[in-house]
Every structure is written in structure tokens, then in C-alpha cells.
């Protein structure tokens, strides 16, 4: 799957949506917001209506499957119950396998590093962070578990939730342009 993409159900956190992708498009990534519903719009957690750029339908029929590469992304906001609704979307679950497994990358925060990452194979012996309370089912998958704010293990970054969102998504710019590039977006927005 070629690109960076962000996949949103209703019920998303949007803190973990919304400053992941400000920090990457101030970094110069050019990621695509995708609603998994039938429509551009979606509803938070909390309340908040935002629309995204595409539908999972547009999504689709543009995406480009093949030559999927360690520089592509699927991103995966928590909030509940919008982790539970990514993780219901079976298309999804077997895209996100297969980008994986073709070494793509995969990012989740907050309950979506279980709910929706969990759903990989052969997690043995990664180390991820995620909202307490889900780190069981981690653990049972054999990932070393941590209460790290951010991690990057490889192709897997994960966040511990919303508290961390900024600084997700500058472990994702990190990944993608360099350390350099993550560190002159920090400045940029004072931290």
C-alpha cells in the first residue's frame, strides 16, 4: 500500500487523530484521512464532527496494493468506541495484515495498539505501549509491554494515549524523514 493513510470510525479520540496528522503534513507528509463510514464525516468520541478526504470506498479504488514499502503508513487513532469499529472492519483488518506483512508500517494510539494492532501475527517479543488497562491482551500476544509515552520498535509505533498525540506523531515524522525533520517540527510548534 503506497502512502501514508489515517483510517477513522466513529467514536475516535480526536486528539490522537487530529495532532498526529497536523505534525506529519507540518513535517511534509501528505497523509490521507479515510472514513471507514459511507460518508466523508465522522464523529469523535466527544462530539467533534470532522470530515475526511476520503471515503474507504474512494480509498479503495485508489490506493496502489502493490511495492508496499517500509515508507508506508497506516495509522490508527484510539478512542473508544472508534478502535473497536476499525478493528470490526474486516477489509481493513486484512489490509493492515498485509501491508505488514509486505513491511509496511503500522502506528496506533491509546486502545488501538491492542484492539486494532493486536490483530497481527507474531507479535512475540515487540515492544509497544498502550492505555491501561488493554495492555493485557498484548502481553497475552507476547509483546514486551511498556508504559513508554511513545514507542518505535521497528515498523510498529505505538502511543500510550492522548496525552502523548504530538509527540506520536513526531515518532512517525522521525520514522519517515529523520530525527532532524521531527526535531525542527518540535521547534516549530515550541516544545
Request: some cysteine; aromatic content about 6%.
Amino acid at each position: 500500500m503506497k502512502g501514508v493513510y489515517m483510517f477513522f470510525a466513529d467514536g475516535f479520540e480526536e486528539t490522537e487523530a487530529i495532532a498526529p496528522a497536523d505534525v506529519l503534513r507540518r513535517g511534509g507528509i501528505d497523509v490521507k484521512k479515510v472514513s471507514i463510514n459511507g460518508s466523508l464525516g465522522v464523529s469523535s468520541s466527544h462530539g467533534v464532527h470532522i470530515l475526511t478526504d476520503m471515503t474507504f470506498s474512494e480509498f479503495r479504488n485508489q490506493v496502489v496494493l502493490d511495492g508496499t514499502s517500509a515508507q508506508d503508513v497506516m495509522i490508527f487513532p484510539g478512542g473508544l468506541p472508534g478502535s473497536d469499529n476499525l478493528a470490526a472492519c474486516d477489509e481493513l483488518m486484512d489490509m493492515m495484515q498485509k501491508h505488514y506483512a509486505e513491511g509496511g508500517c503500522v502506528a496506533a494510539i491509546c486502545a488501538a495498539p491492542s484492539v486494532v494492532l493486536g490483530k497481527l501475527p507474531d507479535l512475540k517479543g515487540r515492544k509497544m505501549t498502550c492505555y491501561d488497562g488493554f495492555e493485557p491482551a498484548l502481553v497475552a500476544k507476547g509483546v514486551e509491554y511498556t508504559k513508554e509515552g511513545v514507542v518505535t520498535d521497528g515498523n510498529i509505533i505505538t502511543g500510550r494515549g492522548a496525552g502523548h498525540a504530538v509527540n506520536f506523531g513526531l515518532a512517525i515524522l522521525a520514522y519517515l524523514k529523520g530525527q532532524d525533520a521531527a526535531d525542527q517540527v518540535a521547534r516549530s510548534i515550541m516544545l
